[in-house]
Nanobody
Framework: QVQLAESGGGLVQAGGSLRLSCVAS????????MGWFRQAPGKEREFVAG????????YYADSVKGRFTISRDNAENTVYLQMNMLKSEDTGVYYC??????????????????WGQGTQVTVSS
């Protein structure tokens, strides 16, 4: 049974930082591209960042470029999202997702095979 478990969310002031983690189990982690998505209240879930299975390809939404960094540790079956210079508009539930792909990274929800339950990030202004 595949499980993705996010952690690291919380309440932070604008300008602050958080580091999200997602630990995967039940799959061969190094065979999967990984992504982070978020859903703000009343809005559609959106792509935030993605990383290929080797870590050599990374994509970011324009709204987070230069502030967020995605990384992965295949030995620990973990993907991270370092979030700096947080803004109120970054508030939402953050989900990690796994995509069975041996090259490149998907940007759309329907490209991903497995999802975590999400972790809440709240940025106060």
């Amino acid at each position: 049974q595949v499980q993705l478990a996010e952690s690291g969310g919380g309440l932070v002031q604008a300008g602050g930082s958080l580091r999200l983690s997602c630990v995967a189990s039940g799959l061969t982690f190094s065979n999967y591209a990984m992504g982070w998505f978020r859903q703000a209240p009343g809005k559609e879930r959106e792509f935030v960042a993605g990383i290929s299975w080797t870590g050599g390809i990374r994509y970011y939404a324009d709204s987070v470029k230069g502030r967020f960094t995605i990384s992965r540790d295949n030995a620990e079956n973990t993907v991270y999202l370092q979030m700096n210079m947080l803004k109120s508009e970054d508030t939402g539930v953050y989900y990690c997702a796994a995509e069975s792909r041996d090259y490149d990274v998907g940007h759309f929800e329907n490209e991903y095979d497995y999802w975590g339950q999400g972790t809440q990030v709240t940025v106060s202004s």
